[in-house]
């Protein structure tokens, strides 16, 4: 798509910040007001619009896409993104681990610990940790307060959290980013960790490589999303 306008700017109305092109509201897919909860975040997708150059790549605007599924996709079913979201609590990743013993387990200790023992003392939890790949449930108590957390969030924080805890597939590891007691060059390492295991000892795949790249762009834009939403 050709870029049609020539200047970018925000404007407060009720509700947060409007993005304007050519002093006109751009809105979403559906048509619905483009506003933004936080200056913060309104400069960010204003930042992403300024720059385009003749034509306009969509993919070079991640948080303008996790905007649009703020008010088109998670407004509309809170519900179901927050059951969504919830849910990886069950089969969080940190919780599933090599025999003991094994050197990648010893390694998960290490570093998935920390994560686990945060939230235990977080949300007043205990997490089942499990030797293997069998599911093993997690207790009614831990599930519940996991979601009551999930289900405070406002519509922009879960559309950047559902990404960050769909690529990481632990929603413990994402609300410790979240509540900054881990920074995101650690919780990236830690959701990787099985991946940067079995290179170390086999050597790196290109394709493998680049998927985990694409991976951490998503990753890494989600949580500037998330880090913009309260300003």
């Known amino acids: 798509m050709k870029r049609f306008y020539k200047t970018v700017s925000i404007q407060q109305v009720e509700g947060g910040h409007a993005l304007l092109l050519d002093n006109r509201p751009v ?8 506003v933004l909860p936080s200056q913060a975040m309104a400069d960010a997708i204003a930042h992403e619009w300024d720059a385009q150059d003749d034509e306009i790549i969509i993919a070079s605007m991640p948080l303008t896409g996790f905007a649009n599924a703020a008010i088109d996709q998670v407004a509309r079913q809170r519900q179901r993104f927050v059951d969504d979201i ?15 013993g094994d050197p990648l387990a010893e390694r998960q200790d290490r570093i998935w610990e920390p994560i686990l023992q945060w939230a235990e003392n977080r949300y007043d939890i205990r997490l089942i940790r499990v030797a293997g790949i069998i599911h093993q ?7 519940s307060r996991l979601r009551t957390s999930v289900s405070a969030m406002d ?9 960050l805890v769909g690529i990481g597939g632990s929603l413990v590891s994402a609300l410790a980013l979240l509540e900054q007691a881990v920074d995101s060059g650690t919780i990236w390492q830690a959701i990787c960790l099985e991946e940067l295991w079995q290179e170390e000892l086999w050597g790196a ?4 490589v680049a998927a985990r790249d ?7 834009a989600a949580w500037r999303f998330c880090c913009t939403v309260n300003g």
């Open 27 to 34: 809105k979403t897919p559906l048509r619905e007001p483009l």
């Open 214 to 220: 694409h991976r951490r762009a998503a990753f890494d």
């Open 205 to 208: 795949d290109a394709e493998a």
């Open 137 to 143: 449930p997690q207790s009614a108590h831990s599930l």
């Open 155 to 163: 519509a922009f924080t879960l559309a950047g959290l559902s990404t």
């Open 86 to 100: 919830a849910a990886y609590g069950e089969t969080d990743t940190l919780c599933y681990r090599a025999d003991p």
